[in-house]
């Protein structure tokens, strides 16, 4: 692995919504077109770039996603209920996308609209390609992402100074297991976000006890020792093997890049956030 290579890999729309709901008030354009979801997209991006030293980039917006994972369990997401066609534009999370691409582009940053599959499963498939070449951090409050963790993966929560990075080390710290038992854990005991039920019994604490004893849901099959708590999971064991299909990120072979592909203007990149909203009309 080259230490001195490290890819910058950011969940567009998850930054996308956290500007469009964080920023303190709307910000209008002299055509009267919000704003300040870009500004504030633009300046997280500059800024997070200077944390980790980025020398790659790769920016992942969710274009149409997917109805793989809805097939398999239909209550999949199904908690999501916002109905995008009632809404005025300026109360649109994306409304601002094509300006924020704009902007990337301007940048010479790679930026890719998953079409066909889920933009988690795009950026998942980044950092496997090149996890043994170069350090990759993933910018995303999506704990999904917890499952990637290595060595040379790390997940970043940019907050400005409050911002944490969860690399192996401070995984362990916090979870009490390894990365790669996130998947088990995770479909012991739920994820309300995605409307994903686990087995009822089996909170974090428990589900961390449980992933420290066990490899895999196989060893929960075999075991020989059967307290409460293994009966409860084999009770419901059909519901938690379709919970790691569904939280699982999966490899998309359609993904298929260089290194190169990565690269990105840093001369661009490190001009003044309203140097580059000039640049790119922005403002008018």
Not at 124 to 140: H, N
Not at 209 to 222: C, L
Not at 271 to 281: F, G, P, Q, V
Request: glycine share 4%; with cysteine; proline share 2%.
């Amino acid at each position: 692995m080259d230490e001195n290579c490290h890819i910058l890999i950011i969940d567009g729309n998850n930054l996308m919504f956290q500007m469009f709901y964080g920023m303190p008030e709307k910000i209008y354009n002299k055509s009267g077109h919000t704003i300040h979801t870009t500004i504030g997209f633009i300046s997280y991006l500059q800024k997070m770039i200077k944390l980790v030293g980025a020398t790659h980039l790769a920016v992942i917006f969710d274009y149409d996603g997917s109805d793989e994972r809805k097939a398999l369990y239909s209550e999949y997401k199904a908690n999501r209920t916002e109905d995008w066609e009632s809404l005025p534009e300026e109360e649109l999370p994306f409304s601002e996308e094509d300006m924020i691409i704009k902007c990337l582009s301007y940048m010479d940053v790679k930026t890719i609209q998953s079409k066909g599959m889920e933009a988690d499963d795009v950026i998942a498939s980044i950092a496997m390609l090149f996890k043994d070449r170069a350090k990759i951090t993933i910018s995303s409050f999506d704990s999904d992402f917890f499952q990637l963790i290595s060595e040379s993966v790390s997940v970043l929560r940019y907050r400005g100074k409050a911002s944490v990075l969860w690399d192996k080390e401070y995984f362990i710290d916090k979870m009490g297991f390894s990365p790669d038992r996130y998947v088990l854990f995770k479909s012991l005991v739920g994820d309300s976000a995605d409307n994903i039920m686990g087995v009822n019994g089996i909170g974090k604490k428990r589900g961390a006890e449980v992933v420290n004893q066990i490899d895999s849901i196989d060893d929960i099959v075999s075991s020989e020792t059967k307290p409460k708590y293994i009966k409860a999971i084999l009770e419901n064991i059909d519901i938690v093997k379709r919970n790691i299909k569904l939280i699982e990120l999966r490899y998309r072979e359609e993904i298929s890049l260089e290194l190169s592909d990565l690269s990105f203007s840093n001369e661009k990149a490190s001009l003044r956030n309203s140097e580059i909203l000039s640049a790119c009309n922005i403002f008018d």
